[in-house]
């Protein structure tokens, strides 16, 4: 993709000038800006580049890198802390780890360089998110083993739990392809590939302990997940439930959609709320407490 590829050349590009930074401090060498500044506002870029997985979104990465690029707010908020952390350090202890004299103008290196990736990337997931096309088609028993496979993936592991055999996704999952079954599988589809799946089901009568107390026919429920977690942070999942809600709302009988991730999983909440849902309530379900969220007709929110 262009983007990705703008971003490998950016990756680079910083890549470069810290080493040459670096190299001309090494040697002793005064080069005015560039030896003064020129590091702190090419290197916090390019850790946002990195932890981001802009260049390389397929990438694997370790626990905290993965948590730390979670959202744009979250690894330009957590890399300025550091390098503030680290100047600030020097106030107090200026032969210490970072060794140096404190200097406020190396805050605001820091800060500018940040602000110029996270407003590139928030950018990149609107572009994203407002020119993509998705599409969906009915889960067939056919895609009960790819379906399987997406679900032994580690960041669909964390919230849908412990990867299934094939036998028990055939068995929880193939009723999800009959006809009149009230709840419906969906693959979902990027520009004609798959991209994730999604579910909707009657909210009233769903049984088993789920939602005992709806009285609404019109209510639907959906469950979603992106299969590759490259895709995660881009914005591709508020704009897989955006057109799938919109789906939904062709539908007269259907008066609203809810859902009802974790509240801890914080890149869900965020995802939904982008898409137009608000958050209602905590709610104890069969599978342990749910934020409860909604989105009624005409509450969908374009791509932001």
């Known amino acids: 993709m262009r983007s990705e590829r703008a971003w490998r050349l950016a990756y680079w590009l910083l890549f470069a000038m810290f080493v040459t930074t670096a190299a001309l401090n090494m040697a002793g060498l005064s080069a005015g800006f560039f030896t003064s500044y020129a590091a702190d506002l090419f290197v916090p870029a390019w850790l946002y580049i990195v932890v981001r997985r802009l260049a390389d979104p397929g990438r694997p ?38 060794a140096g004299t404190f200097d406020p103008l190396d805050l605001v290196a820091y800060a500018a360089g940040l602000l110029v990736c996270y407003v590139a990337d928030r950018m990149q997931q609107r572009r994203t998110a407002a020119g993509t096309t998705i599409t969906f088609r009915p889960l067939t028993r056919g895609d009960l083993p790819l379906l399987c496979e997406w679900l032994g993936r580690p960041h669909v592991v964390e919230w849908w739990g412990s990867a299934p055999s094939l036998a028990e996704v055939e068995s929880e999952y193939g009723p999800l392809t009959e006809a009149g079954s009230s709840t419906l599988g969906f693959i979902a589809f990027l520009e004609g590939r798959p991209m994730g799946f999604i579910q909707s089901y009657v909210v009233l009568g ?9 009285t609404d026919p019109g209510a639907r429920g959906i469950d979603q997940f992106l299969a590759d977690g490259a895709h995660l942070g881009r914005g591709l999942g508020s704009a897989m439930v955006r057109a799938f809600v919109q789906r939904l709302f062709l539908d007269p009988a259907v008066t609203r959609v809810q859902t009802d991730p974790s509240p801890e999983n914080d890149r869900a909440i965020r ?5 137009g849902f608000q958050p209602r309530e905590v709610v104890e379900t069969p599978d342990g407490p749910a934020l409860l969220m909604f989105c009624e007709r005409g509450a969908l929110l374009p791509p932001r």
């Open 61 to 98: 990465q370790n626990p905290l890198l993965r948590f730390l690029g979670r959202s744009p707010e979250l690894a330009a908020g957590s890399l300025f802390g550091a390098s503030a952390l680290s100047e600030v350090s020097q106030i107090v202890w200026p032969k210490g780890l970072f």
């Open 206 to 214: 769903s049984g088993d302990g789920w939602w005992e107390g709806e």
């Open 271 to 275: 995802s939904y709320s982008r898409a």
